[in-house]
């Protein structure tokens, strides 16, 4: 009878950053993450999700193995910086290429005032 082969998959920590949670709670690159909260990690979109259910201040259990021994880490998340994401609102409007600065469109006049608005430069 042929020998069975189980396929084992795992994620690996290929990168820890200075200053993050997971380089505060002890990980060091190539800890094997077994589990977290209690869930068995098989992939990186589900650590993703499991860490994307907590918010800043949260303590997350991080079960490693590291050169073969089992170990325990608990990581204190920390906020997510929104203030430093781009600007994420938009606004109507339209540019003119070649000016020093964006000048927006102006809104268009309702009623016997109005003028009759310029389609593609007409």
């Not at 869930?39 to 259910?53: A, D, E, K, N, R």
């Amino acid at each position: 009878m042929p020998e069975r082969r189980r396929l084992v998959v795992a994620v690996v920590a290929t990168a820890v950053p200075d200053g993050s949670a997971a380089a505060a709670a002890g990980m060091l690159v190539g800890d094997v993450l077994v589990a977290l909260d209690g869930t068995p990690i098989t992939s990186m979109p589900q650590v993703q999700s499991i860490i994307g259910l907590h918010r800043g201040g949260d303590t997350l259990a991080i079960d490693i193995k590291r050169g073969g021994e089992a170990r325990r880490l608990v990581a204190t998340l920390k906020s997510f910086p929104y203030e430093s994401l781009p600007s994420t609102a938009s606004s109507r409007g339209s540019i003119t290429a070649g000016r020093s600065k964006p000048r927006p469109k102006r809104a268009k006049t309702i009623g016997a005032a109005a003028k009759r608005p310029r389609i593609f430069g007409t």
